[in-house]
């Protein structure tokens, strides 16, 4: 099946400083991304809609300007945590969704990336 | 507030009988309805779905039954394997402004004992 890949798994940083992750389909196009967030003990939150070339779409809540979203090819999409404050802490998880067939179905999930601010 | 519930936070069940995982939704715009399965340090992975306009759809060990009158859905495992250990997640799906997105319930925890 398709592959899905997050760097990285796991990261610790201060309080301010910014954090990157990626997220790449590793055997296929992704023609569209989607971030998720899970805090412990709830479920995956939709975030951002992204799509190849144009701008992120974000979820009502969801502060554009703190998750930068950047997708730049059909196999990779990056989110970027500026100034991260410990509410931040979380799991994020990215999906990407192949072009064509059953959209719903088509949509594989990446291993997540736990964040913990200091 | 929840649109998609999954009050049963865990489930154990003994090797060989059936698994029952229920999900409730709020939501009527819900059209389609999926079942996730998730292994610690794994991504969820697409187990079965079912249209709004279907009541139930089979995949070998996998059935998901749908009512819809009563915003209920179920996925039924039989025979439950002790690989079938794992957080499923009860998602549904609705399209806004002409983006297909996914609502995902908290999931639960199955635990087959051998």
């Known amino acids: 099946g398709a592959v899905v890949s997050q760097h990285p798994s796991w990261v610790i940083c201060k309080s301010g400083t910014s954090v990157k992750i990626e997220c790449r389909s590793l055997?296929?196009?992704?023609?569209?991304m989607f971030w998720y967030r899970q805090f412990p003990k709830q479920s995956l939150m939709l975030m951002a809609t992204?799509?190849?070339?144009?701008?992120?779409?974000?979820e009502q809540g969801v502060e554009k300007d703190k998750f930068l979203i950047n997708h730049a090819s059909l196999t990779l999409s990056t989110l970027t945590v500026t100034s991260a404050h410990p509410e931040d802490s979380s799991f994020y998880i990215c999906?990407?969704?192949?072009?064509?067939?059953?959209?719903?179905?088509?949509?594989?999930f990446g291993p997540g990336t736990r964040l913990l601010v200091l | 507030d929840q649109q998609v519930k999954q009050n049963s936070p865990s489930l154990s069940v003994q090797e060989g009988r059936i698994s029952i995982l229920n999900c409730d939704y709020t939501?009527?715009?819900?059209?389609?309805f999926l079942w996730y399965k998730k292994y610690p340090a794994e991504g969820p992975t697409f187990l079965i779905s079912?249209?709004?306009?279907?009541d139930k759809n089979e995949d070998g060990r996998f059935t998901v039954f749908l009512n819809k009158s009563a915003k209920h859905l179920s996925l039924h495992i039989v025979p439950s394997q002790p690989g079938d250990s794992a957080v499923y997640f009860c998602?549904?799906?609705?399209?806004?402004?002409?983006?297909?997105?996914?609502?995902f319930g908290k999931g639960t925890k199955l635990t087959v004992n051998p």
């Open positions: 999906s990407a969704r192949e072009g064509r067939g059953l959209t719903q179905e088509t949509q594989y």
């Open positions: 055997d296929f196009q992704a023609t569209t």
């Open positions: 992204s799509n190849e070339g144009s701008k992120a779409t974000y």
């Open positions: 939501n009527s715009m819900f059209d389609y």
């Open positions: 079912i249209s709004s306009i279907k």
């Open positions: 998602a549904a799906s609705f399209t806004q402004g002409g983006s297909e997105k996914l609502v």
